[in-house]
């Protein structure tokens, strides 16, 4: 079975500086599909950074970046100079071929942003 | 049209009532995903969507769960006798074609069940 698991309920950061979330995720898959996604207070789900699995090069998107582990299967994301507009839950997130590309998500981490 | 609309916004119906919920995909997007989000929680999946057919409807928790995409455009998720548990966030995702193509997702239907 694939699962997702994020052990960071909750992190802050001030403004400026970096912070890195969390993910380890377990499939069978060879190939498979890695997101992070950003959820504001509105509830639409905004599409962060993806990564596809068999790509060693870690994916990065601006101010977006990930640390890809395929071995340990670890997906973390880093976000640099972080804004007072990150502020927001984000969610880690897998998808593969044996499961009709359904995303598996994980529980969530609540990103707080100081000013 | 840009994005996926879902309606309503907010449903706040009485236990043991029928309730739809209905999304309107981007346009040309084959695939359609719904998704149920209980406060606290990561999405999970209910049912997909490849054109008209449901592909995959493993995720739906009973039948008292179901969907229909009759023309492979707009979705209506259909839920018979309502429960308390029932009361979630259901959220729709289309994509272009599934795999390697971003899920765009609507905004959500705010489900609560007294």
């Known amino acids: 079975a694939q699962t997702v698991t994020q052990s960071q309920p909750e992190m802050s950061v001030q403004e400026a500086e970096t912070v890195t979330l969390s993910c380890t995720y377990d499939?069978?898959?060879?190939?498979?599909?890695l997101f992070w996604y950003k959820q504001p207070p509105s509830r639409q789900m905004i599409l962060v950074i993806r990564?596809?699995?068999?790509k060693q090069q870690n994916a990065t998107e601006n101010r977006f970046s990930v640390n890809f582990q395929k071995a340990a299967k670890s997906f973390s994301l880093k976000i640099s100079d972080s804004q007072l507009g990150d502020a927001a839950m984000y969610f880690c997130?897998?998808?593969?071929?044996?499961?009709?590309?359904?995303?598996?998500w994980g529980a969530g981490t609540k990103l707080i942003i100081k000013p | 049209g840009a994005g996926v609309s879902q309606t309503p916004s907010n449903k706040v119906t009485e236990k043991g009532k029928y309730v739809e919920l209905r999304c309107d995909p981007i346009?040309?997007?084959?695939?359609l995903y719904w998704y149920r989000q209980s406060l606290g929680q990561g999405p999970e999946f209910l049912i997909y969507?490849?054109?008209?057919?449901?592909?995959?409807d493993s995720g739906l928790p009973n039948d008292r769960f179901f969907a229909v995409r009759p023309e492979g455009s707009v979705s209506t998720l259909k839920i018979q006798r309502t429960e308390r548990g029932d009361s979630a966030v259901y959220l729709c995702a289309s994509s272009l074609q599934p795999g390697v193509n971003e899920q765009f997702f609507g905004p959500g239907t705010r489900l609560t069940v007294l």
């Open positions: 969507f490849q054109g008209t057919g449901a592909a995959d």
């Open positions: 990564q596809e699995a068999y």
């Open positions: 346009s040309g997007h084959t695939a």
């Open positions: 499939t069978s898959e060879s190939d498979y599909y």
């Open positions: 997130a897998q998808s593969g071929m044996d499961s009709n590309y359904q995303l598996i």
